[in-house]
């Protein structure tokens, strides 16, 4: 049998690479060695804990039909890193009418020391500050102070209605201002 030429030119990047044959012992350990990089790239990308342990768990769970525990070490993480994209996607489609699912490859092979520090808290309060005042403070309510959409209107003096139309426009300025910002 003929030895396959390497791969050269546009599509060398593409190459398949060699998995080794390990395999995990059970859920647990699949569990045990793939939630601490798993919740640092959700916090990286979310900026906050709350939602990073959320999406976290919700990676897990929608892994836990698909994935065999019988793939090897290296399948089982590419399969997580594709889980958390789309995971990641429906994430900001529904909270920021935008999707966000640019994941680097070898975060799972990183060291605590080299995991970079989330900008994100100190990039939200830029835009935060760009915004208008009403879009500002029901947003601060919302997510900042964790308030119920009930909540937020009636310390703004609105309606429920009304405190969801301008959390909603609220989020979309904020997206569109973020883009304009570079991110």
């Not at 920021?96 to 799972?108: K, L, S, Y």
């Not at 900042?144 to 989020?171: C, M, P, Y």
Request: neutral net charge; glycine residues 4%; charged residues 30%.
């Amino acid at each position: 049998m003929a030895r396959p030429e390497p791969v050269t030119g546009p599509t060398a990047e593409r190459r398949l690479r060699v998995v080794s044959g390990e395999v995990y012992a059970d859920w647990d350990a699949i569990y045990q060695d793939n939630v601490t990089w798993l919740y640092r790239l959700m916090f990286a990308k979310v900026g906050n804990r709350a939602d990073a342990e959320d999406l976290t768990a919700e990676v897990f769970v929608a892994a836990l039909r698909p994935l065999r525990v019988s793939a090897s070490i290296g399948e089982v993480r590419a399969y997580l890193r594709a889980t958390a994209r789309t995971v990641l996607a429906a994430h900001w489609r529904h909270y920021a009418g935008r999707q966000v699912t640019t994941i680097d490859d070898d975060i799972a092979d990183r060291n605590d020391a080299e995991v970079p520090v989330s900008d994100a808290p100190a990039h939200a309060l830029a835009v935060l500050d760009r915004l208008p005042d009403r879009y500002r403070r029901i947003l601060e309510l919302r997510f900042l102070d964790a308030r119920s959409v009930r909540e937020a209107a009636a310390e703004l003096g609105v309606t429920v209605t009304n405190a969801k139309v301008l959390q909603h426009r609220a989020l979309k300025l904020a997206a569109q201002l973020s883009e304009e910002g570079g991110r």
